[in-house]
């Protein structure tokens, strides 16, 4: 597992032009970008065709907010797998919190959504997270076992190769959120990891585990170094290209420092 994936979901956020606009200018950056990251941006359902013509010729990765499992149907206002391929896009992200709290989105239909991806050659980049009563309650890692799993039974275990998981403990995220600390995260992602070499014992050392929960650029180089985070999900840090830019430079320079102390 060598690349480091890094990248943000803009939420109900961006027009189509501000997407266009931001897009154009992350392709300058990620050309300029030599370190093994993995770029991703996953904009609004409006954005997705116009911001694919973009990302086409360049090594970022466009995902979606959500769809549904279906291929077809009597579903008013779902996006269906099929069509999202028509597109092109390269993966899709499932069972974030505000799903899940607002549309009260469970993991038997997330499962469902993994399925659908996963037949149409999407990634499914699929958001865990415990709230802060689990949290408190100190069932945390019972609570994202049984997302896990829920969310991933009959993945077979070629498929498994092709998913990503986003840790997102729900109390870290969004204006109001905490972020964590790092010796929590390097917790929960071992214990993650250890998850997922269980259920697919020949590939889930190298699933990738990404990390999103208030990311700044205060905090993000502490998360980055920890042994089982394998990228990071970024919020409002990264919607403003300039400062998304700031991170990107910052980690290239910390990866080539590492880089070069090994060597």
């Known amino acids: 597992m060598n690349k480091i994936w890094i990248g943000t979901n803009w939420k109900m956020t961006?027009?189509?032009?501000?997407?266009?606009?931001?897009?154009?200018?992350?392709?300058?950056?990620?050309?300029?970008?030599?370190?093994?990251?993995?770029?991703?941006?996953?904009?609004?359902?409006?954005?997705?065709?116009?911001?694919?013509?973009?990302?086409?010729?360049?090594?970022?990765?466009?995902?979606?907010?959500?769809?549904?499992?279906?291929?077809?149907?009597?579903?008013?206002?779902?996006?269906?797998?099929?069509?999202?391929?028509?597109?092109g896009i390269d993966m899709i992200e499932l069972g974030h919190s505000e799903r899940r709290q607002y549309f009260n989105e469970t993991d038997a239909a997330i499962n469902k959504k993994v399925h659908a991806a996963l037949k149409y050659s999407m990634k499914p980049l699929i958001c865990i997270g415990e709230n802060i009563e689990q949290k408190k309650q100190q069932i945390s890692k019972e609570t994202l076992a049984a997302q896990l799993k829920v969310c991933l039974q009959?993945?077979?275990?070629?498929?498994?190769?092709?998913?990503?998981?986003?840790?997102?403990?729900?109390?870290?995220?969004?204006?109001?959120?905490?972020?964590?600390?790092?010796?929590?995260?390097?917790?929960?992602?071992?214990?993650?990891?250890?998850?997922?070499?269980?259920?697919?014992?020949e590939v889930g050392r190298d699933i990738p585990i990404l990390y999103g929960g208030s990311v700044n650029h205060d905090n993000f180089l502490e998360y980055i170094d920890l042994e089982n985070v394998n990228g990071l999900f970024i919020g409002r840090a990264a919607w403003n290209i300039d400062s998304f830019q700031e991170i990107l430079k910052k980690l290239e320079l910390h990866l080539e420092s590492e880089a070069s102390q090994v060597l």
């Open 14 to 87: 961006k027009t189509i032009a501000e997407g266009i606009d931001f897009t154009k200018e992350l392709k300058k950056i990620s050309n300029a970008i030599t370190s093994d990251l993995q770029l991703f941006i996953i904009p609004s359902h409006t954005s997705l065709v116009p911001i694919k013509e973009l990302t086409t010729s360049s090594d970022i990765f466009l995902g979606a907010q959500n769809m549904h499992w279906e291929d077809s149907g009597a579903y008013t206002g779902e996006i269906s797998p099929r069509m999202l391929a028509e597109i």
């Open 154 to 201: 009959g993945v077979s275990m070629e498929q498994a190769k092709e998913v990503l998981i986003a840790y997102e403990p729900v109390w870290a995220i969004g204006e109001q959120g905490v972020p964590a600390d790092a010796g929590y995260v390097a917790n929960i992602h071992d214990f993650l990891r250890h998850t997922l070499e269980v259920l697919f014992a």
